[in-house]
C-alpha cells in the first residue's frame, strides 16, 4: 500500500520552498515518525476539495495546493472529524481497505510526517491542545 501527497505550485514558488526546507526536511520527518502520545489535527487556513479519485488540499498562507491519493483521503477524513491519534487514523484505513494495521501503519506514519512537514495538519503532544 503506498500513501502518496504530491505538492504543486508555481514553479518560482516550488523552488524557493523546496530549496528553503529540503535540509529540515529529515530531520523533522524523523522527529515527527518519533512521538508517542501525539494527536494530529488539521492546520488552519488549509481547505480540502473533492476531486473524485484524489482531493486537493490548498494551503492558503503558501498557496501551494497538494493532492491525496485515495488512501491519504481516508487519513484526511479522520483529520477534519476530529484530531486523532495514529492509532485511530490506521483503523480508519483497515475500516476501508483490505489491509492489516501492521502492513499500513508505516504508511500512514509517513504520511503524517509528509503532512506535518507541509504543514498541513500539526501535531500537539497535548490532547487538551487538539
Known sequence: MVVSISPYAPASLWG????????????????VLKMTNTVFKKADGVVASDLGEEWALLDLESSMYFTLNT???????????????????VDAVVQKFDVTSDQCRDDVNSLLADLTEAGLIVAVTDKTNA
Open 16 to 31: 524557493r520552498y523546496f530549496s528553503a526546507h529540503y535540509l529540515l526536511w529529515q530531520s523533522k520527518r524523523d522527529d
Open 71 to 89: 488512501v491519504a483521503v481516508e487519513v484526511w477524513k479522520s483529520l477534519e472529524e476530529q484530531p486523532s491519534d495514529i492509532d485511530v487514523l
